[in-house]
T-cell receptor
Framework: DAGITQSPRYKITETGRQVTLMCHQT?????MFWYRQDLGHGLRLIYYSAAADITDKGEVPDGYVVSRSKTENFPLTLESATRSQTSVYFC?????WGGGDTQYFGPGTRLTVL | QKEVEQDPGPLSVPEGAIVSLNCTYS??????FMWYRQYSRKGPELLMYTYSSGNKEDGRFTAQVDKSSKYISLFIRDSQPSDSATYLCAGSKETSGSRLTFGEGTQLTVNP
């Protein structure tokens, strides 16, 4: 399927466990992003990547790790999940990263940390 | 203080009403302003974007930016039940690599 997909769509885990959220895009977009969406905060950028093997921190990177060995994949890992990481996570991609470039969002992963 | 403020609502209107959604922002360096629409349990999708001040129209939707008052608006004419969604405003600087700063989103319901 063309577009941007995320897996799993729903995940329940326990505090302290490692969790990896997957993101895959078929457009060969250079840029990929991870956001979290929380009530009262809107969407906040966690990490982004400008190309394979190039990643950088966003607004709220603590507790998260990313990698990008292939252009189309951008996994997000919570090394030791905490309750405060309960959120809806969105992956996005774009061809460029200027103000006029559209970011295309995936369907989201709803993560609950018990 | 958040860089982009948006009343989360919820906002409920009858079908056919004109809807006005608004945001304020504090960062004077913002030059691009976007409106994203997010249906329940889905990812946001870009609805419209404008550059600097002015209006932009696309069908029933009009985006308006007033940089002097740091005010962003989205108007929906002849609203439809299919417009029921959360609408997120966002701003970014002109510089390449500037991240989007989102408002919290306003939840809109259009009742048949």
């Amino acid at each position: 399927d063309a577009g941007i997909t995320q897996s799993p769509r729903y995940k329940i885990t326990e505090t302290g466990r490692q969790v990896t959220l997957m993101c895959h895009q078929t457009w060969s977009h250079s840029y990929m992003f991870w956001y979290r969406q929380d009530l009262g905060h809107g969407l906040r950028l966690i990490y982004y990547s400008a190309a394979a093997d190039i990643t950088d921190k966003g607004e709220v990177p603590d507790g998260y790790v990313v990698s990008r060995s292939k252009t189309e994949n951008f996994p997000l890992t919570l090394e030791s999940a905490t309750r405060s990481q309960t959120s809806v996570y969105f992956c996005a991609s774009s061809d460029g990263w200027g103000g006029g470039d559209t970011q295309y969002f995936g369907p989201g992963t709803r993560l609950t940390v018990l | 203080q958040k860089e982009v403020e948006q009343d989360p609502g919820p906002l409920s209107v009858p079908e056919g009403a004109i809807v006005s959604l608004n945001c304020t922002y504090s960062n004077s360096a913002f030059q691009y302003f976007m409106w994203y629409r997010q249906y329940s349990r889905k990812g946001p999708e870009l609805l419209m974007y404008t550059y600097s001040s002015g209006n932009k129209e696309d069908g029933r939707f009009t985006a308006q930016v007033d940089k002097s008052s740091k005010y962003i608006s989205l108007f929906i004419r002849d609203s439809q039940p299919s417009d029921s969604a959360t609408y997120l405003c966002a701003g970014s600087k002109e510089t390449s690599g500037s991240r989007l700063t989102f408002g919290e989103g306003t939840q809109l319901t259009v009742n048949p």
